[in-house]
């Protein structure tokens, strides 16, 4: 078994270990709080997706070193998207982009989340390869991930 196939399977397992299932928010405080944990960890994987669109377009110098920094930090953020969701806030008027198919979808969700996972773990190994082809194709992956998960569960 490869590297590749070793850091998918172990990411796809801790995503279907941490996979539970949705809770409601008690109070407006409670899905506040939930809410604003949720921005959070989604502002960071916009903040560490961020340069790597930049080196994917040729707005910045490709750099494998920070691809391959932030694919891991994005690997390591996807795995806590479970978590950090599965408070439904959608009973409450919180200020979200996030949609309520997050919670009435919870299988679909799922696999967006694996999805982001994979592809950041095959960004990591594109990444220690250093062959800028690759880098820009993996890139394209996890950029694709990101956007498929926001055209299902993400308000415009």
């Given at each position: 078994?490869?590297?590749?196939?070793?850091?998918i399977?172990?990411?796809?397992?801790?995503?279907?270990?941490?996979?539970?299932?949705?809770?409601?928010?008690?109070?407006?405080?409670?899905?506040?709080?939930?809410?604003d944990?949720?921005?959070?960890?989604?502002?960071?994987?916009?903040?560490?997706?961020?340069?790597?669109?930049?080196?994917?377009?040729?707005k910045?110098?490709?750099?494998?070193k920070?691809?391959?920094?932030?694919?891991?930090?994005?690997?390591?953020?996807?795995?806590?998207?479970?978590?950090?969701?599965?408070?439904?806030?959608?009973?409450?008027?919180?200020?979200?982009?996030?949609?309520?198919?997050?919670?009435?979808?919870?299988?679909?969700?799922?696999?967006?989340?694996?999805?982001?996972?994979?592809?950041?773990?095959?960004?990591?190994?594109?990444?220690?390869?250093?062959?800028?082809?690759?880098?820009?194709?993996?890139?394209?992956?996890?950029?694709?991930?990101?956007?498929?998960?926001?055209?299902?569960?993400?308000?415009?």
């Amino acid at each position: 078994m490869n590297y590749l196939t070793k850091v998918i399977l172990t990411a796809s397992a801790i995503i279907t270990a941490t996979s539970v299932l949705a809770e409601g928010a008690k109070s407006l405080d409670h899905a506040e709080k939930a809410t604003d944990n949720r921005k959070a960890v989604f502002s960071l994987l916009g903040s560490n997706m961020g340069p790597l669109g930049a080196m994917a377009k040729g707005k910045i110098p490709l750099d494998a070193k920070v691809v391959e920094k932030n694919a891991l930090r994005i690997n390591q953020l996807s795995m806590m998207i479970a978590d950090y969701t599965k408070t439904d806030t959608s009973a409450f008027k919180v200020k979200t982009a996030a949609l309520d198919k997050i919670w009435q979808q919870p299988e679909a969700f799922t696999k967006r989340i694996n999805a982001l996972s994979k592809a950041s773990a095959h960004l990591q190994v594109a990444a220690k390869s250093g062959d800028e082809s690759e880098i820009k194709k993996a890139i394209s992956g996890v950029g694709k991930s990101c956007g498929g998960c926001h055209d299902d569960f993400k308000a415009d």
